[in-house]
């Protein structure tokens, strides 16, 4: 009888701490959902002064949406509030087609810092560069404006001038760019050759890009003569902002034959994902070489990282930008829509690249290009070194057939137009040196 009666006390006891055990959170609980509805009650106290008091007459609607994107915009760059306008031109964006300056933006110490320009807009060509400071546009500060005030700010009508004014690191004073609106139609991915190489550039990553890029790769190796006639392929992702995750994990996909690509991770372990490579190369195993730089975000950041982790690919260039949080767009009622920021994705390797970026395997940086003056040119006319086969009377070389002599000129073409890409684009030109380097080295064992 002592046994059971130790027992049941026992069991009382258990009872008793098991139930306070439990208790505790659900008070905590209560008390922080009481909490929860006096800032609700709050909000509503404030928003009801606001509309029987305020100087003027208040548009509810407007103000409504402000309390919302500013509970957005607290909690890191890249959430936020989606008017069903907002919404609808996001949704075309995806789809490679929209207005605007051609220039991806982010939020920094209370100014609008270019993420990247994007090739032949109207920014661009107005040469806006990766990592500019816009401060002021048409004359009007956007200190103190939030991102999406700003990013209003300079839309406007096609065909319209605006005024950016821009701080620029190594130059000492603020400058102006003027840049006329137009309609922004995204080319995804551009494609062309030097000498052997392929040079695939993907300013985008929408709808269109994976279709492009096998197309684009298909006709440039056709071109060349087929995929045996190709020393290699320079994926150019140098000024690309990002884009669709999915359209991500298939650009790496096309280079990789298995493998993790990316996984996500959020709040709770048990909503992460992994994304692996399914069989297949579109280029058959030829060396690649990844172009990154300071306005390469996100989605590029995946394929560099990818491609980097599995040695597929040499990354050369400048560290990227960093951006390495995942997005979801979630529909709300009313045609708006939410920009919420619910994981971190990690590289293969287990990396993050939140805040620190794709450190390239190679840095190289791109000389910005000093405009030439006339005492250059006189100095290149005076300077221009001579050969023996300037010489006259020189010997001839007897020790080749004329075939032989015919194909070491074209050779040294190539290599002039390889020193003229140099001037042209220093970084470009240095990934397909390396790929000549490794061609010459000739295939693994």
């Given amino acids: 009888m002592k046994k059971f009666a130790m027992a049941a006390l026992g069991g009382t006891l258990a009872g008793i701490v098991a139930t306070t055990y439990v208790a505790a959170p659900l008070l ?32 509810e609607t407007e103000l409504i949406e402000a309390a919302i994107g500013g509970m957005l915009q607290s909690l890191d760059p890249h959430s936020s509030y989606l008017s069903p306008d907002d919404a609808s031109k996001m949704r075309v964006q995806t789809r490679g087609e929209f207005g605007g300056l051609g220039i991806e933006v982010t939020q ?26 816009i401060t002021h546009v048409d004359g009007e500060s956007l200190l103190g404006l939030s991102l999406d005030e700003a990013v209003e700010l300079m839309r406007g009508p096609v065909g319209s001038e605006i005024i950016i004014t821009v701080v620029r690191e190594g130059e000492d004073e603020p400058f102006e760019i003027s840049i006329i609106r137009d309609t922004i139609t995204m080319t995804a991915v551009r494609a062309r050759t030097e000498g052997d190489t392929v040079v695939l550039r993907v ?29 290699g392929i320079v994926l150019d992702l140098r000024n690309n902002p990002g884009g669709l995750l999915n359209q991500a994990i298939s650009v790496a996909d096309s280079f990789l034959e298995s493998g993790e690509i990316v996984s996500t991770r959020g709040r709770n372990p048990e909503d992460g994902e992994r994304f692996n490579a399914s069989p297949g190369d579109l280029v058959g195993g030829k060396p690649i070489v990844v172009l990154i730089n300071g306005g390469s975000a996100s989605a590029s950041e995946i394929v560099a990282g990818a491609l980097q982790d599995h040695r597929r690919a040499i990354v050369v260039g400048t560290k990227s930008f960093g951006k390495g949080s995942v997005q979801t767009v979630m529909p709300l009622r009313g045609d708006g829509a939410m920009r919420l920021t619910t994981a971190r994705y990690y590289t293969p390797s ?16 791109q000389p910005r290009r000093r405009p030439e003056t006339e005492e250059d040119d006189e100095a290149n006319s005076v300077f221009n070194p001579r050969s023996e086969a300037d010489l006259r ?27 003229e890409l140099r001037e042209e684009d220093y970084q470009l030109a240095y990934a397909i040196d390396i790929l000549k380097g490794l061609s010459a080295l000739g295939p693994k064992d």
């Fill in 108 to 133: 920094e110490d209370g100014f609008v810092k270019v993420v990247s320009p994007m090739d032949d807009t109207p920014a661009y060509d107005a040469g806006v560069e990766a990592g500019d400071f």
């Fill in 28 to 59: 905590a609980q209560e008390s922080n959902e009481t909490s929860v509805y006096e800032q609700l009650d709050l909000f509503g106290d404030i928003f009801e002064r606001i509309r029987a008091q305020y100087v003027e007459d208040v548009d």
């Fill in 203 to 231: 300013t985008t990553f929408n709808e269109q890009t994976t279709p492009n890029l096998e197309e684009s790769l298909k006709e440039q190796a056709e071109e060349l003569g087929g995929m045996d006639s190709v020393n």
């Fill in 350 to 365: 287990g990396r993050s690249i939140q805040a620190l970026g794709v450190s390239p395997d190679i840095v190289v940086e």
């Fill in 393 to 419: 009377g020189r010997l001839n070389n007897d020790s080749l057939s004329e075939d032989e002599v015919r194909q070491i000129e074209a050779d040294r073409e190539k290599a002039e137009k390889a020193a």
